[in-house]
């Protein structure tokens, strides 16, 4: 019979002290009965050494290999793009039982790049914690990230059903709400929820860029809160952004084809004066912000 007092996972080893990674160690430190040990992995000697000083973990490593020895749970928050090689650096180290998850915002290409490099007996749980700032690396995290937050964990067909409850139980526990799905149709969904707005933010905060000094200088000056807004989006890790969009590329560019109708639609109604196409979409709209509020996703 399993020990009430037992922390759920005895050693977690989390690779990637960015913003996600650091934010979990938090709440593993602060929370009793989650990890009996955490281990962190990063390739950067400075953040190893930024973690250590924190007390985020009991050892950090740079070798991966060296880092998930030994562990029952191990979390991967680095880019999508680093997947399939470190999937294969820590695969020949992993133990009989352990479960390997991550926290990526594209989950087809988790499986595509890490399931064939786990042996027998180990179980992928790929996860999605639909959290973030625009912060990044170990001082960026914090334990309330995830409180009131959704995970989409979206397990392959055949992953061993405990494995899936255990990781769908640390979630719950840092205080998110739990869904399970289908990868492909969790991409399909963060394509227009996640994706599309960053792309749009990219391209707006480009745009100004791309002004006249002295034009440009006054955008930044006089920024009204929807440029702020998009501001804020477009200082997320580019790495990370990056490898999402060549990641997830077909959902993306089947969703900015609807977005291009869309836009066209409305500059059509625009350049005609169509006031009532303008005032019907801006009223759906509002309704689609009093669902979120609602939800409590605001």
């Known amino acids: 019979m399993a020990d009430p007092a ?11 002290l960015g913003l996600i990674g650091s ?21 950067s000697e400075a953040v190893c050494a930024r973690v250590l000083e924190l007390g985020l973990a009991a050892r950090a490593e740079t070798d991966p290999a060296r880092a998930v020895a030994g562990a029952d749970l191990v979390i991967l928050a680095v880019p999508i793009g680093a997947y399939a090689g470190l999937a294969e650096a820590i695969g020949p180290h992993l133990k009989p039982g352990a479960i390997v998850t991550d926290v990526g915002s594209v989950k087809q290409a988790a499986v595509r790049d890490v399931a064939p490099h786990l042996p027998e007996g180990v179980h992928f749980v790929p996860g999605h914690p639909i959290a973030g700032t625009e912060h990044s690396g170990p001082d960026a995290g914090f334990a309330s990230l995830f409180k009131g937050r959704w995970c989409i964990l979206t ?5 061993d059903a405990g494995a899936v409850e255990a990781v769908s139980e640390l979630w719950r526990r840092v205080g998110s709400m739990v869904e399970v799905m ?11 929820t996640s994706h599309l707005p960053h792309l749009i933010a990219y391209t707006i905060v480009g745009t ?23 501001t804020r989006i477009a200082a997320s890790d580019p790495v990370m952004w990056r490898d999402i969009f060549l990641n997830n590329r077909e959902a993306v560019l089947e969703i900015i084809q609807r977005f291009t109708e869309d836009l066209t639609a409305l500059q059509r ?10 005032e019907d979409l801006f009223t759906r709209t509002r309704a689609i912000r ?7 996703q605001a």
């Open 155 to 159: 397990p392959p067909p055949g992953t």
């Open 290 to 296: 009093r669902g979120i509020i609602d939800a409590k």
């Open 269 to 278: 109604a625009i350049r005609w004066g169509e006031a009532d196409t303008l």
């Open 23 to 43: 934010s979990l160690a938090r709440c593993f430190k602060e929370q009793a009965g989650l990890a009996g040990e955490v281990v962190a992995g990063d390739r």
């Open 182 to 192: 289908e990868p492909g149709h969790h991409d399909r969904v963060l394509a227009i």
């Open 208 to 230: 100004a860029t791309d002004l006249e000094e002295h034009l440009k200088a006054e955008v930044i000056r006089f920024s009204a809160s929807g440029f702020r807004d998009f």
């Open 6 to 16: 037992a922390p759920l996972f005895p050693r977690i080893a989390i690779i990637g």
